[in-house]
């Protein structure tokens, strides 16, 4: 069994501001950096496409009430991270320009013309989304639960993700949440293991 024909990878928000030194970094969000990259490698080399989302907010928001500034438009907080390895044909969505709205879902962000995540997926015919990223319990958490929602099997790729934990348990509460709305969970090993072993 490989990477199914039918799948895509989803990159959620590693941009600076969620990574160390950012203003609203999440411990060791680093770490899933060249995780991810391999990740991407993985699909690429499949043949199967890479989606980014990205937390793209106004300088003025009432997000900002309940979160430090972040990501604030064309900003380098904003800017993905330089080490990772997006590649030149990823479609990048962007989320949270609504000065009103929170929008932590990847299921909220449009490309560039305008077109919502969820009705490019449909459009490309995708049925499985591999989801990786920060916050496992944020953004994460609410794109799988929203990938689920629309009918989409999820691969929740548990060690490409990293959690705030604003309260310890995070984390621990988003996998549980996850897991009973049929969110699969897997690791490099799991799947990297399968599309070497394809025939
Ligand atoms: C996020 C907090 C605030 C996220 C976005 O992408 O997980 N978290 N804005
Ligand atoms: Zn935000």
């Known amino acids: 069994m490989s990477i199914e024909r039918d799948s895509a990878l989803l990159v959620v928000d590693m941009q600076n501001c969620f990574l160390p030194g950012g203003s609203l970094a999440v411990a060791e969000g680093d770490e899933v950096i060249p995780v991810i990259n391999r990740y991407i490698e993985l699909f690429q080399g499949a043949g199967r496409p890479v989606f980014a989302s990205r937390d793209w907010h106004p300088e003025e928001t009432t997000h ?6 972040h990501c604030v438009q064309n900003t380098r907080s904003a800017e993905f991270h330089p080490d990772l390895a997006l590649p030149p044909d990823a479609t990048v969505v962007s989320k949270g320009m609504d000065p009103q709205e929170d929008a932590y879902s990847a299921f909220q962000a449009v490309d560039q013309e305008g077109r919502l995540l969820g009705d490019s997926l449909r459009a ?65 090993e799991t799947v990297g293991a399968r599309e070497a072993s394809a025939d």
């Open 64 to 69: 900002f009430e309940k979160w430090p500034q």
């Open 124 to 188: 490309r015919g995708i049925r499985h989304l591999y989801v990786s990223g920060l916050a496992l319990d944020y953004c994460v958490r609410y794109s799988a639960l929203d990938a689920a929602r629309n009918g989409l099997q999820v691969t929740l790729l548990i060690d490409a993700t990293r959690a705030v934990n604003a309260e310890i348990h995070d984390a621990e509460t988003a996998i549980e949440d996850l897991v009973r709305s049929g969110v699969r969970l897997a690791t490099i």
